[in-house]
Structures are given as C-alpha cells and as structure tokens.
C-alpha cells in the first residue's frame, strides 16, 4: 500500500489538516496517511527536520513524506521533491532538506505543476499533494519536475570541540519533557576516547555516568543516556526533565573528560 507521511505546522485546531487529508483522499483514495506530527510551532525548520530525520527510515521504502512547513507562496520559494535513500520528500526549499540529509540525494527536481498563482492560497493542497500523490502512484519525479542539483543549505549549531572538552546546546524537548542536546554518540565517543566524564549543565547540575535506559537511577534522580536518535539525552526517571532541571531549547551544556 502507497504510504504519504505528514509534518506540518497546521497543529489541530482549524481546518487545514482536514483539508490537506482531504485533498490526498480525493486524488488517490487507497493512499495511507500517518501523521507524524502537526504540531510544530510555526516556521520551526529545524524541529521538523530533527523529528523527521529522527523518523522517516523506520518506513518502507518509497513512502513519500509531505513536508507543510513554511510553504507560503513567493517568488523566491521553491517547492522541490527529492529522493533519498529510497524515500522521496516533497516541500519548500528553506533549508530543511539540508538538515534530514546526511548525504547527497539521489534525485532532485523543481516542481513545475503550479497552477495559476492567483488561486495559489493554499499551496499543500495545490501542489504538494499533487506530487504527493503522484510518487506514491509510482510516478517518478522527472514527470512532476525539472532537474537541479542545488538546495537552500541551513546550518544548525554544531558542537565545539576541544581536546578535553565538548560544549553543547539543547535542541529539543520531547513530550516527556527528555532534553536531546545535539551532542552524538558518534561524537561523544570518539572525543571521550574512554576517559571519565562530567556533563555540566544550569544550576551548577552535572552528571558523571552514562546509563543505558531511564529507569537505571532511581525514581526522580537525573540521568543521561543516547537515545533512540542517538544523541545525548538529559532526563529524569519518572519525571519531567526540562521542567525540573530549567533546561530549555538552546540552553548551553559542557561536558568535560579526565
């Protein structure tokens, strides 16, 4: 069965969701639609990628993923679909394709059926859906568009690296209020090189051992840990880490080696 992701910002309040379900139904009928999240705050480019990017390779492949994340119609906003990895992604390109992709894409195509930019209101439906529904039909993207080579490149905060020290920052505050920071396990492990740790954070708060899941410490106490999207996690067994700790998006952390 052809699979068609969502991640918006349209949240579940007003009509738009309903409409762009709507649109995929009546265009392709057999079509399974899985949200994955409609509740990104608006224009929040990096939250959708770090959340897609953490998700889209736990579905088969040629699931198409609809992107509705800054899609407002301007001249200088181009709406592309891209394979990669054998998946195929349709949205604006405003820098997100560059923060889900670890490598080049296969295949990359400007789409090219707008229709008339007076009735253009409402872009997801107008077109995306279009080319949604067309890759998951088995149409290929040369059909839908024409051919670059080129995406808008966005940068999120990286690590500085020192020899006996990594500082970091909060990138995402799950609905357990776990705090990711954007420190990878790849990263950490290589710099760590098998020496101790202290991980610094707000309130003069550290922790000095890794564990391997939450409950490890005892209920209430903090922990660390790499989880699922294999970075590393701040949390608090049975608790609400963010909340607890005062830890919020962007916060600094520093983690120290001896």
């Not at 939450?214 to 209920?219: A, I, K, L, M, T």
């Not at 590393?232 to 962007?250: F, H, M, R, V, Y």
Request: proline share 2%.
């Amino acid at each position: 069965m052809a699979i068609i992701t969502l991640t918006t910002d349209l949240g579940y309040k007003d009509f738009y969701q309903a409409a762009l379900k709507g649109s995929i139904l009546n265009t392709l009928p057999s079509v399974n639609i899985i949200d994955i999240t409609h509740e990104i705050e608006a224009f929040n480019i990096s939250k959708a990628a770090f959340l897609l990017k953490n998700s889209f390779y736990y579905f088969p492949k040629y699931t198409v993923h609809l992107i509705g994340i800054d899609t407002v119609y301007s001249a200088s906003n181009k709406y592309l679909a891209v394979k990669y990895r054998d998946h195929y992604f349709v949205g604006s390109d405003n820098g997100i394709f560059s923060l889900i992709f670890d490598e080049n894409p296969q295949e990359i195509v400007e789409l090219n059926i707008l229709q008339s930019l007076k009735f253009l209101h409402f872009p997801l439906a107008d077109i995306f859906v279009k080319a949604a529904c067309h890759l998951a039909s088995g149409g290929e993207l040369k059909e839908i568009g024409d051919s670059t080579f080129e995406i808008e490149h966005r940068m999120n905060f990286n690590p500085v690296i020192e020899k006996d020290l990594i500082k970091g920052c909060v990138i995402f505050i799950d609905s357990f209020e776990n705090v990711v920071t954007n420190v990878t396990k790849d990263l950490f492990t290589k710099v760590q090189n098998g020496r101790k740790f202290t991980l610094h954070f707000k309130r003069s708060e550290f922790i000095t051992q890794l564990s391997w899941h939450y409950d490890e410490v005892p209920e209430g106490e903090k922990l660390c840990l790499f989880g699922i999207s294999d970075h590393l996690e701040i949390a608090i067994n049975k608790g609400k880490a963010s909340g607890l700790l005062g830890l919020k998006a962007n916060d600094m952390i520093r983690i120290e080696f001896h």
